[in-house]
């Protein structure tokens, strides 16, 4: 047995009793057609999550990063040019998976804390109008910061794609895959959509399928190709490509019916209400919060912490004595700040008093 946690960090958070719950159904074959009817389900609602009619939109096998890395490496070919916007961790993780797949990156920066500059990106595409394409982290887990994506649908009149990381994003702010005019979108269960780990939303535009059906060499990781995939989820016939988890899309397939239930737009209310909430109190503790006013995520919050706690014995308290994770500091709120994820099942009132009255004891 392990023990029981109020999951308040970066993510995993605790997911809706409807995902935990459909953990336990029997184990269906990874090509039963009762199987590929629940994954066809499970895409249907992940379009409307994203917001997209995109065919191509699938629950892929791994977390997040698996996403990254189908995205990445089905959508570039080696020595192509990939244009990234790197204001935090994850931007510069997705510079280090386009360099594996053996693109050239040019990175687009903004100081930790700050919000991207989408007209900087789209000088960078004007400059390199044969870039592959321009890559963006939606919402910042390493700052607490949510990007400007909605400019960023310019692209749309050019060649190069549009791929959108909405692993922290999805069903935790708005998403709108096709409004923005994003190409490649990926996100993870783990977060907001309230289900555990281990399954990568995808998502692809047509234009983006059309890119990868013209490759000149294959995709250079079999497991992580999109177009494989959709072969094996959607063929007719379907074609084996992996044994999937029915266990984990069944999971998946009940958090999404949880909050479709609830409804996108009252869900991300919800998530507003909370991350206000705890905005409002963290510096009454003496916590100072990091991200840009304006464009903070409601979802997961940045703050430095006051003098006097200290970071790593403060978090083993909360752990130890309250059952509650937040997370450590990433970049420069490393040892200084911690990260505090209100997200899906725990974007309430109640995980925020139950945490705050946890801190009356530490500040
Ligand atoms: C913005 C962002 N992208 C990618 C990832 C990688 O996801 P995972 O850890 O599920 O592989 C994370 C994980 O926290 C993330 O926050």
């Known amino acids: 047995m392990h023990s029981d946690r109020l999951l308040l960090g970066p993510g995993p958070s605790n997911p809706y009793p409807e995902a935990v719950e459909a953990l336990s159904r029997p184990v269906l074959g990874h090509l039963d057609p009762e199987f590929l009817a629940l994954v066809a389900e499970t895409a249907q609602r992940l379009r409307t999550v994203f917001g997209t009619r995109n065919r191509l939109t699938l629950p892929v096998s791994g977390t997040g990063s698996a996403g990254m890395e189908a995205c990445l490496a089905s959508l570039l070919e080696p020595g192509e040019l990939a244009i990234i916007g790197v204001n935090g961790y994850f931007g510069e993780r997705l510079c280090e998976v386009a360099r594996r797949v053996g693109a050239e990156v040019q990175a687009v920066h903004a100081p930790w804390g700050r919000t991207l500059d989408p007209g900087m990106l789209l000088d960078a595409q004007r400059a390199a109008p044969q870039a592959r394409l321009v890559a963006v982290v939606h919402a910042e887990?390493?700052?607490?910061?949510?990007?400007?994506?909605?400019?960023?649908?310019?692209?749309?009149?050019?060649?190069?794609?549009?791929?959108?990381?909405?692993?922290?994003?999805?069903?935790?702010?708005?998403?709108?895959?096709?409004?923005?005019?994003?190409?490649?979108?990926?996100?993870?269960?783990?977060?907001?959509?309230?289900?555990?780990?281990?399954?990568?939303?995808?998502?692809?535009?047509?234009?983006?399928?059309?890119?990868?059906?013209?490759?000149?060499?294959?995709?250079?990781?079999?497991?992580?190709?999109?177009?494989?995939?959709?072969?094996?989820?959607?063929?007719?016939?379907?074609?084996?490509?992996?044994?999937?988890?029915?266990?984990?899309?069944?999971?998946?397939?009940?958090?999404?019916?949880?909050?479709?239930?609830?409804?996108?737009?009252?869900?991300?209310?919800?998530?507003?209400?909370?991350?206000?909430?705890?905005?409002?109190?963290?510096?009454?503790?003496?916590?100072?919060?990091?991200?840009?006013?304006?464009?903070?995520?409601?979802?997961?919050?940045?703050?430095?912490?006051?003098?006097?706690?200290?970071?790593?014995?403060?978090?083993?308290r909360l752990r130890e004595d309250f059952g509650i994770e937040v997370g450590a500091g990433l970049g420069p709120l490393a040892g200084a700040g911690w990260r505090i994820g209100l997200m899906g099942?725990?974007?309430?009132?109640?995980?925020?008093?139950?945490?705050?009255?946890?801190?009356?004891?530490?500040?």
């Open 141 to 316: 887990t390493s700052t607490g910061v949510r990007n400007e994506i909605d400019p960023l649908k310019a692209l749309q009149d050019t060649d190069t794609l549009l791929v959108l990381d909405t692993v922290t994003s999805l069903g935790g702010i708005p998403v709108e895959v096709d409004a923005w005019g994003v190409d490649a979108c990926y996100s993870a269960t783990q977060k907001c959509l309230g289900a555990p780990s281990g399954i990568a939303p995808v998502t692809l535009s047509e234009r983006a399928v059309q890119h990868i059906q013209q490759r000149q060499v294959p995709v250079c990781s079999f497991y992580q190709d999109l177009s494989l995939l959709d072969a094996y989820y959607q063929g007719d016939p379907p074609r084996y490509h992996h044994t999937a988890s029915s266990t984990l899309i069944s999971s998946v397939h009940a958090g999404l019916g949880r909050l479709l239930e609830e409804g996108l737009p009252a869900v991300w209310e919800r998530h507003a209400r909370a991350g206000k909430r705890l905005h409002e109190a963290l510096p009454e503790y003496g916590f100072e919060l990091f991200a840009e006013p304006g464009h903070r995520l409601p979802q997961l919050t940045t703050a430095r912490l006051p003098d006097g706690v200290v970071d790593a014995a403060a978090r083993k």
């Open 345 to 363: 099942h725990n974007a309430h009132n109640r995980p925020v008093t139950t945490l705050l009255a946890a801190m009356n004891c530490l500040c």
